[in-house]
C-alpha cells in the first residue's frame, strides 16, 4: 500500500523532530511504502515542493496523510486537500495544532472544505477528539506513538530540585517561565535547570541574558537526539512544560515514560494527557508563582511524587506503537 505523507520534516535544519519523521518510518516498517514532502526550509519552496509532490504522487497513493497544524501551514492543508479532491484521492488530516478548535470557530467553512470531506481525521489527543468528533463524524483517536522499550523507568529523588525543560526555543513554549521559575525556587533553596531544545528564532542569547539578570543556575545544550537528552534526563528529578498552546507534546509523553513527575500549565490537550494530582500537577498558563508552588510541592512530597510517576508511566505505555499500530493499519486497510 503507496502513502503520501505531507508534512514538515526539519529535523536535519536545526528544528526539533516531528510526529512525521517518527509516524511514517514506523509505518514503513509496517509494510507500507511512505513518500514524504516536504523538507524544505524556505516557505515558500516548501510550498512549491508540497505541491509538486501532491501533482506528482497524489494518483498513485492509496492515501494522502496531512500533518495538520493550526498555525499558517494550515493553508498547506488546504491546499493538498483540495487537489485531492480534484484528483479523487482519499486523504486523512492528522490533527496537531493546540490552536485548531479556535481555527473550527473562524473559519467554519474553510474548515469544513477540508475536513468534511476527508476519509478520516486522526485525532491524537482527547482535546482535539472532543472538537472535531461532534463536527466531523468520521473523525477518530489514534495517539502519538512511543517505541516505550527505549525509555528506561528512573524513579527520582524531587527533594534536590534539578529541573528539566525540553522544547523549541520559541514563544510558543515560553522558556522563559522556566527560567522565573528556577529564579524563584533559587531564592529559598539550591536548584539547576536544564534547557534542551532547537533554537530556530536565534533567542539563545536574550534567554541566558534573563537568566544570568535573575541568577539562575541553567545550561543550555541547544538541540540533542533523543539518546542525548534522554541520558541528560538521568541526573533531573522534575520535568516542566510551560507551554501556552499545545495538543499532546511528545515531550511531556517521553517525560512521562522515563520516570520524571511533570509540572504542566494546564492549556490544550494537557488536560487530557495529564490528570491533575495522579500522573502529573496542572498549573494556569503563565502563572510563575503556581508552578513554583507545584514543584514544591513535589519536593515537599517526594513519596507522592514517586507514585505519581509510576502512574504516569503506567498510562503512557499505551503509546507504545505496539498498540498504536493496530489502529493505524485498521484505518489504511479498511
Request: with cysteine; glycine share 4%; proline share 6%.
Amino acid at each position: 500500500m503507496k502513502l503520501l505523507y505531507i508534512g514538515n520534516k526539519l529535523s536535519k535544519h536545526n528544528r526539533g523532530q516531528t510526529v512525521m519523521e517518527s509516524l511514517g518510518p514506523d509505518l514503513e516498517q509496517e509494510g507500507f511504502t511512505v513518500r514524504y514532502a516536504s523538507d524544505k526550509k524556505n516557505l515558500l519552496w516548501r510550498f512549491l515542493d508540497i505541491v509538486g509532490a501532491v501533482l506528482r504522487h497524489a494518483r498513485n497513493s492509496d492515501y494522502v496523510l496531512i500533518d495538520t497544524y493550526s498555525t499558517w501551514s494550515f493553508y498547506y492543508v488546504v491546499v493538498t486537500a483540495t487537489l485531492c479532491r480534484l484528483f479523487q484521492v482519499p486523504y486523512i488530516p492528522i490533527l496537531h495544532g493546540g490552536h485548531l478548535p479556535q481555527r473550527l470557530q473562524r473559519w467554519p467553512r474553510l474548515s469544513r472544505w477540508v475536513f468534511a470531506h476527508a476519509n478520516a481525521n486522526v485525532a491524537p489527543s482527547g482535546y482535539l477528539y472532543a472538537a472535531f468528533k461532534p463536527l466531523f463524524s468520521q473523525t477518530m483517536a489514534i495517539p502519538n506513538a512511543i517505541p516505550i522499550q527505549e525509555y528506561t523507568y528512573q524513579p527520582r529523588d524531587t527533594r534536590s530540585l534539578h529541573l528539566l525543560w525540553v522544547r523549541s526555543l520559541v514563544p510558543l513554549y515560553h522558556p522563559e517561565m522556566a527560567l522565573r521559575v528556577c529564579a524563584a525556587l533559587q531564592r529559598h533553596q539550591p536548584c539547576t535547570l536544564t534547557i534542551i531544545g532547537p533554537d530556530p528564532q536565534q533567542r539563545q542569547p536574550e534567554l541566558e541574558a534573563l537568566a544570568k539578570e535573575m541568577g539562575v543556575s541553567v545550561t543550555f545544550t541547544g538541540k540533542l537526539t533523543k539518546a542525548e537528552w534522554h541520558q541528560r534526563a538521568t541526573s533531573s528529578t522534575i520535568f516542566l512544560n510551560t507551554t501556552r498552546a499545545d495538543n499532546t507534546p511528545v515531550s511531556v509523553i517521553e517525560a512521562m515514560a522515563l520516570g520524571l513527575p511533570v509540572v504542566s500549565t494546564d492549556v490544550g490537550g494537557l488536560p487530557y494527557l495529564i490528570s491533575h494530582d495522579e500522573t502529573g500537577l496542572l498549573v494556569p498558563s503563565e502563572d510563575v508563582q503556581a508552578m513554583t508552588e507545584a514543584v514544591l510541592h513535589l519536593q515537599q512530597h517526594p513519596d507522592k511524587a514517586q507514585k505519581m510517576a509510576e502512574k504516569a508511566r503506567t498510562h503512557v505505555e499505551k503509546f507504545d506503537w505496539s498498540v498504536v499500530k493496530e489502529a493505524w493499519i485498521k484505518l489504511l486497510k479498511s
